[in-house]
């Protein structure tokens, strides 16, 4: 299926919530949230544990139906649809990608792939060729015959990256995709999510608490106690990390232009290099 045109969203949450248990024992685990994401966006999601990452992207991917609110996939409203039809939509329209990899261990690299192909009506072989192309375009040729056993992290997720591929799906869905890779190998990933949205016109919204994967994204989003916000991503001008502007450790104003630090290491570095004459207000970060 084609991704649908940027004008329309290619996914949609109004409004949506999520109670879980009644009464006094209820946990509203995701509260009032709009979410528009648009066709060659990539969306990140960020904020604690416990915040309801994982509650939204299940709603936005129809594995959770939502207690209030509605949610659009690729212009289709999941709540006119039986479950069957949801699972149908799912198959063809989004591509999940997990923490945990969720590859099946007794087959290998491209039977994972192929057997969503498969579910999708593709006979034998389209599924295995669509399956050795996937892997190749991600530079898993050789690893195509390998059991999730024998491949590394890094290899793992590009390979449900290349199962989340299978239908050619208008939305990637991907749930803390980094947290089991080291630093470098998570950067990878996300560049190659970020990669596929822009050449390939798919839409991505992942959640993480990983704040190293921030530069990816188009959009970042703050998700705390179920409630979402905009954030404004601002860089440490030393070190170039990438931070929330509302809860940079450390900031000073010079005229009128406000400059943010991960700390005073970066902060003292910074001002080491001005003249006294240009000494800059110093404020801590309330
Ligand atoms: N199936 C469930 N039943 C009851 N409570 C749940 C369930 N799933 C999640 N929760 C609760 O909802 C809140 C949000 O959880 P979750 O979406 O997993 O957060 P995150 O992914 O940001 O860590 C937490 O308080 C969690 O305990
Ligand atoms: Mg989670």
């Not at 006094?24 to 416990?50: H, Y």
């Not at 991503?233 to 170039?240: E, F, H, I, Y």
């Not at 450390?250 to 910074?270: A, E, I, K, P, W």
Request: glycine content about 10%.
């Amino acid at each position: 299926m084609s991704s649908s045109p940027s004008s329309s969203p290619a996914l949609s949450l109004r409004g949506v919530a999520k109670v879980f248990g009644r009464g006094p024992n209820a946990v509203r685990a995701v509260d009032s949230v709009d979410l528009e994401v648009v066709s060659g966006e990539v969306v990140l999601i960020q904020g604690p544990s416990g915040g309801g990452k994982t509650t939204l992207l299940t709603m936005a991917g129809g594995l959770l139906r939502p207690t209030e609110g509605t949610v659009v996939v690729a212009g289709a409203n999941l709540a006119g649809l039986s479950d069957r039809g949801v699972s149908r939509l799912r198959l063809r329209s989004i591509g999940f990608v997990f923490q945990s990899f969720n590859l099946l261990s007794a087959l290998t690299a491209w039977e994972n792939v192929a057997v969503v192909k498969r579910l999708a009506g593709a006979t034998r072989r389209e599924a295995h060729t669509k399956a050795m192309a996937l892997l190749s375009s991600l530079g898993l040729d050789r690893r195509a015959t390998h059991k999730p056993a024998d491949l590394s992290g890094g290899e793992k997720q590009r390979v449900s990256i290349a199962r989340a591929l299978a239908n050619d799906p208008a939305i990637i869905l991907a749930d803390e995709p980094t947290a089991n890779l080291d630093s470098a190998r998570g950067h990878e990933v996300m560049a190659l999510l970020r990669r596929i949205a822009k050449e390939q016109g798919r839409t991505v919204l992942c959640v993480s608490h990983d704040h190293r994967i921030r530069d990816i994204a188009d959009r970042v989003l703050w998700l705390e106690d179920g409630r979402l916000r905009q954030i404004l991503v601002v860089r440490d001008p030393v070190c170039g990390m990438a931070l929330d502007e509302s809860l940079a450790p450390l900031r000073f104003v010079q005229g009128g232009q406000t400059h943010y630090f991960c700390g005073t290491v970066c902060r003292d570095s910074y001002l080491a290099e001005r003249r006294p004459r240009d000494a800059p207000s110093m404020q801590h970060a309330s």
